[in-house]
């Protein structure tokens, strides 16, 4: 069993940045492959990001890269995404997911996820 809990959502400005992190009790955190979800009202779940147990791999969807950065601090059982150049389009709820499988991850068929955080991004 796997736990996920999501902080740091919020409100921000166009072009501002904020910091999510996702921490993950119960079994072996490092065991995990992490990714992060998001969706907007009346959308599918989309995409964001994903970083491998060793954190030898991240992967982005392309509209986030350069301005999104995954990364995870095994010590502390938790994984961040740091945002930044944040437009009105980021706006949703923001997930995190965790699966022993890499292509789970990138899939969005992961195991365990969190309940979310809300970032939203005014114009």
């Known amino acids: 069993q796997v736990q996920l809990v999501e902080s740091g959502g919020g409100l921000v400005q166009t072009g501002g940045s904020l910091r999510l992190s996702c921490a993950v009790s119960?079994?072996?955190?490092?065991?995990?492959?992490m990714g992060w979800f998001r969706q907007a009202p009346g959308k599918e779940r989309e995409f964001v990001a994903a970083?491998?147990?060793?954190?030898?791999?991240?992967d982005y969807a392309n509209s986030m890269k350069g301005r999104f950065t995954i990364s995870r601090d095994n010590a502390k059982n938790t994984i961040y995404l740091q945002m930044s150049s944040l437009k009105p389009e980021d706006t949703a709820v923001y997930s995190c997911?965790?699966?022993?499988?890499?292509?789970?991850?990138?899939?969005?068929?992961?195991?365990?996820w969190g309940q979310g955080t809300q970032v939203t991004v005014s114009s």
């Open positions: 997911t965790a699966d022993p499988s890499w292509s789970m991850v990138l899939s969005g068929r992961s195991e365990y």
């Open positions: 119960g079994r072996t955190f490092s065991s995990y492959h």
């Open positions: 970083i491998s147990k060793n954190s030898g791999t991240t």
